[in-house]
């Protein structure tokens, strides 16, 4: 598949292995609002991944039954504040991945992120490979992030590429929802946040174990 002129990837699930940075970012923000997180229960923050980073902080205070009192836009800032600070505590690479980006070094590659573009951006550096990556689309307000073919439009009409020969690489539903919606070749991984049962469910071009068979479909 030499056609593929546009890589588009995932950030977490699917490039790094994120699921317990969100949990100390969630912790960070609940003592922030003098809540306890003693009880906090990680694998049900991590399921929370996925949506944009108001929707994940509704979530976790819904899981705290903090209802009522909580200004979700002071809480972005906290969890922003955090991730700044933090940029990738408790984060590390899936297995591969360097292989895998080394491997298209010759093919234009983007992130595209339900993270704020700022978040990603700290992220990428401080696990040193923001060097890949000509840019970041992220979610970074006018409701312009996945599942929506907003952000994907976006990164297209920027880098003047077709459509037919760009592929969404994610770990969730929403990552291939939004590469269908965009009209883009997409391909699930099994290894991230997301089961296989729900990726199957929305029928992605490619579905793949390891990041490095990745090589084969658009090498």
Same mark, same amino acid.
């Given at each position: 598949?030499?056609?593929? !002129?546009?890589?588009?990837?995932?950030?977490?699930?699917?490039?790094?292995?994120?699921?317990?940075?969100? $949990?100390?970012?969630?912790?960070?923000?609940?003592?922030?609002?003098?809540?306890?997180?003693?009880? =906090?229960?990680? #694998?049900?923050?991590?399921?929370?991944?996925?949506? @944009?980073?108001?929707?994940?902080? &509704? +979530?976790?205070?819904?899981?705290?039954? $903090?209802?009522?009192?909580?200004?979700?836009?002071?809480?972005?800032?906290?969890?922003? #504040?955090?991730?700044?600070?933090?940029?990738? +505590?408790?984060? !590390?690479?899936?297995?591969?991945?360097? #292989? $895998?980006?080394?491997?298209?070094?010759?093919?234009?590659?983007?992130?595209?992120?339900?993270?704020?573009?700022?978040?990603?951006?700290?992220?990428?550096?401080?696990?040193?490979?923001?060097?890949?990556? !000509?840019?970041?689309?992220?979610?970074?307000?006018?409701? %312009?992030?996945?599942?929506?073919? %907003?952000?994907?439009?976006?990164?297209?009409?920027?880098?003047?590429?077709?459509?037919? +020969?760009?592929?969404?690489?994610?770990?969730?539903?929403?990552? =291939?929802?939004?590469?269908?919606?965009?009209?883009?070749?997409?391909?699930? $991984?099994?290894?991230?946040?997301?089961? &296989?049962?729900?990726? !199957?469910?929305?029928?992605? @071009?490619?579905?793949?174990?390891?990041?490095?068979?990745?090589? +084969?479909?658009?090498?």
């Amino acid at each position: 598949m030499n056609h593929i !002129e546009l890589l588009m990837f995932d950030l977490d699930g699917t490039l790094i292995d994120s699921g317990m940075t969100l $949990v100390y970012g969630a912790q960070y923000v609940l003592s922030r609002f003098n809540i306890s997180s003693k009880d =906090i229960n990680a #694998e049900r923050i991590k399921s929370y991944m996925g949506g @944009d980073g108001t929707e994940f902080l &509704r +979530k976790v205070f819904n899981d705290f039954e $903090v209802t009522g009192n909580i200004d979700l836009k002071t809480a972005l800032q906290y969890f922003d #504040e955090f991730f700044r600070e933090n940029p990738a +505590k408790g984060s !590390e690479l899936f297995p591969n991945v360097l #292989e $895998v980006l080394d491997f298209f070094s010759s093919k234009r590659k983007i992130i595209l992120t339900n993270r704020s573009k700022e978040v990603a951006e700290y992220t990428l550096k401080h696990l040193d490979i923001a060097k890949y990556f !000509e840019d970041i689309i992220g979610a970074d307000g006018n409701e %312009c992030f996945k599942p929506s073919a %907003c952000p994907i439009k976006k990164a297209l009409s920027h880098m003047i590429i077709d459509k037919h +020969k760009s592929l969404m690489v994610g770990d969730m539903n929403v990552d =291939i929802q939004a590469g269908k919606n965009a009209g883009v070749l997409t391909c699930g $991984v099994t290894y991230g946040i997301g089961t &296989r049962e729900e990726i !199957e469910k929305e029928n992605p @071009d490619f579905l793949i174990d390891d990041i490095i068979e990745l090589k +084969k479909i658009a090498g």
